[in-house]
């Protein structure tokens, strides 16, 4: 399959690709090769006896310009098999090329099975001894080992093997022999200890006191309606000061606090064109276009502009969100407000300056069992279904420290041209992220260097975005491939980059757009309607700064009767055609559902 392939190619150090005379290869493996990273690759091509010397010279022309077209490697070697004379030439050749490993390969060890055992040794897990040449570093029996779709488990010991590729030596040479046994095994805990008694916070010291007293923005110069809380993270309009503060009546009783859930507005004046529309549309496919056709509003000039409901109050419906003066600069506190399953995670301080020295050290680090030897590895507690697969060969992979544990892992892909699906945040996707494969459901947002990221609803179809979802923690820099799997088992390619990081600091902010419209206009200021659609929201989000498409700020000055209308000041002169709209952000978290494939 499409998997075992991508597997084998990772351990390869050669890939020969052997061709007949259709020289076709499936588009999905030839994307994902080069997606994942191909070491050196040689060419041979069968099915030229039959021609004649003219016919043989312009045939080998164009597949060796086809090939080098399509594999985009200039150094790759292409031989033509045409008699037994020709074999001894390709054979040097394949012995003697160019070293060019995956890149995530060259600081761990990882082997190719020539042989695997299993015996059970309880109800639905044994051992299994797989046996084959330990490549890439050396390997030890404290360390983990991953066997992809398998997850990761203890070694109980490495013995030496017979080389069935080395001349015949003394016979104690070809005894096996114990290498290395387990002695300190590691953890295979993935998640973090949950304390609950952790949730409580001491009192705190006078100091932080006199601090928090001196930062604390005073009660009395707050207007009517804000809490002290509020004005932590909304600002106040002393830049629009020329006018007297008008005095906001309390707010009365609030309505029904009950929450509906989020939706995008449907509403559109244009219809599907004409030639599109077919009556014998399935119910899938209608579905389909559905989502493609909200997908396309989602992208417009206001993607996340969102009509206020009528039914619940703006302060409940909006109350997880905040306003920001500037989302690049306003400060955020990365630790405010984390969910329940950031209890479970592990954060590495330093990431990069962490992930420099475990790549060192697991290069320089010396361990019994050499790479290049011919052994048999002991895997404990394997479950009894991998004796049902029906691969020719088997993976492993070892882990470097704390490579085991969870984390929020940070994806930087680009979409594939191919690729038309359209995917949501949050929905189930395949993730391959370097050796290891999963079930994720990763949030997306963009790729800058911002300290707060906008998430994006839907995956991007042009330029480099990022998705975040939980996953184990990896150190190697690895190329990142997803896919959608459907419910047959097949797979579609979604998009394919590299790791960026693993920061669970790192801070995803979705945006709403609420938008007014203004009624009637004087000068700077102007009476703005359908934004709100009560006083007491009006009285809420007053700290708020306001904008409109067209580039002016300001702030609401005070409500107007108790339908929504609103006296909003801005900094200058505005139009009548203009929108006034009040972005409100809230900071969203991936869905934890990892689960290996």
């Not at 012995?95 to 082997?111: Q, W």
């Not at 104690?172 to 409580?200: G, I, K, N, W, Y």
Request: some cysteine; proline content about 5%; charged content about 30%.
């Amino acid at each position: 399959g499409l998997f075992e392939d991508l597997d084998l190619v990772k351990c390869a150090d050669l890939v020969v690709m052997v061709w007949d005379d259709s020289l076709e290869l499936d588009p999905l493996l030839k994307t994902c090769l080069y997606a994942q990273g191909v070491p050196a690759m040689q060419h041979v091509i069968l099915g030229q006896s039959n021609l004649s010397d003219r016919d043989k010279i312009k045939r080998k022309k164009n597949v060796s310009e086809m090939l080098v077209a399509n594999f985009n490697d200039k150094d790759q070697k292409v031989h033509f098999l045409e008699s037994e004379s020709d074999i001894p030439t390709a054979l040097w050749n394949l012995a003697n090329f160019k070293d060019h490993r995956v890149s995530f390969t060259r600081h761990r060890a990882y082997m190719i099975t020539s042989s695997v055992d299993f015996m059970p040794t309880s109800e639905g897990h044994g051992t299994l001894k797989a046996t084959g040449y330990v490549r890439g570093t050396h390997l030890d029996a404290n360390d983990l080992i991953h066997i992809p779709g398998f997850g990761h488990h203890r070694i109980q010991s490495i013995t030496s093997n017979h080389d069935p590729c080395r001349k015949m030596g003394n016979t104690m040479e070809e005894e096996q022999q114990m290498l290395s046994e387990q002695t300190t095994p590691a953890t295979l805990d993935m998640e973090s200890p949950v304390d609950e008694m952790e949730e409580e916070q001491t009192w705190p010291t006078e100091e932080e006191l006199l601090e928090a007293e001196e930062n604390l923005i005073s009660v009395k110069s707050l207007r009517k309606g804000i809490s002290s809380y509020q004005s932590v993270w909304m600002f106040s309009d002393e830049e629009y000061s020329d006018e007297s503060e008008t005095e906001i009546l309390e707010p009365d009783e609030s309505e029904s606090e009950s929450e509906d859930e989020e939706f995008v507005d449907a509403e559109t004046e244009s219809t599907a064109p004409t030639e599109d529309y077919d009556v014998n549309f399935a119910d899938e496919v209608e579905a389909e276009e559905l989502r493609k056709f909200r997908e396309a509003r989602e992208h417009e000039a206001f993607p996340d502009e969102m009509d206020t409901p009528l039914d619940t109050p703006a302060r409940v419906r909006f109350q997880k969100y905040r306003g920001l003066k500037s989302f690049r600069t306003s400060p955020w506190d990365d630790k405010e407000n984390l969910p329940r399953d950031y209890a479970r995670i592990w954060h590495v301080r330093n990431f990069r300056n962490i992930r420099k020295f475990m790549l060192k050290t697991a290069v320089k680090e010396e361990k019994v069992v050499k790479k290049g030897m011919y052994v048999t590895v002991c895997v404990e507690n394997v479950p009894v279904e991998i004796t049902h697969s029906n691969r020719s060969a088997l993976t492993l992979f070892s882990l470097l420290p704390n490579e085991q544990k969870m984390s929020v892992q940070h994806v930087a892909v680009t979409r594939h041209a191919a690729s038309d699906l359209i995917v949501k945040s949050k929905e189930q996707i395949l993730a391959q992220v370097g050796f290891r494969r999963y079930l994720v459901n990763p949030v997306f947002s963009q790729h800058t260097r911002s300290n707060k990221h906008k998430m994006e609803r839907f995956m991007p179809n042009t330029g480099t975005f990022v998705a975040s979802f939980y996953a184990p923690i990896t150190y190697s820099t690895s190329p990142v491939i997803l896919f959608k799997k459907e419910a047959n088992g097949s797979v579609t390619l979604l998009a394919n980059g590299s790791l960026l990081s693993c920061d669970p600091d790192r801070i995803i902010c979705k945006r709403v757009v609420l938008s007014g419209h203004p009624f009637k206009i004087h000068k700077r200021h102007a009476v703005v309607r359908y934004m709100f659609h009560n006083r007491e929201d009006i009285a809420y989000f007053k700290a708020v700064e306001v904008k409109t498409k067209y580039g002016r700020r300001g702030h609401i000055r005070e409500a107007l009767g108790t339908h929504g209308h609103m006296k909003v000041g801005f900094d200058g002169p505005i139009q009548q055609n203009d929108t006034v709209i009040m972005p409100l952000y809230k900071r969203v978290f991936p869905k934890w559902n990892f689960q290996y494939s």
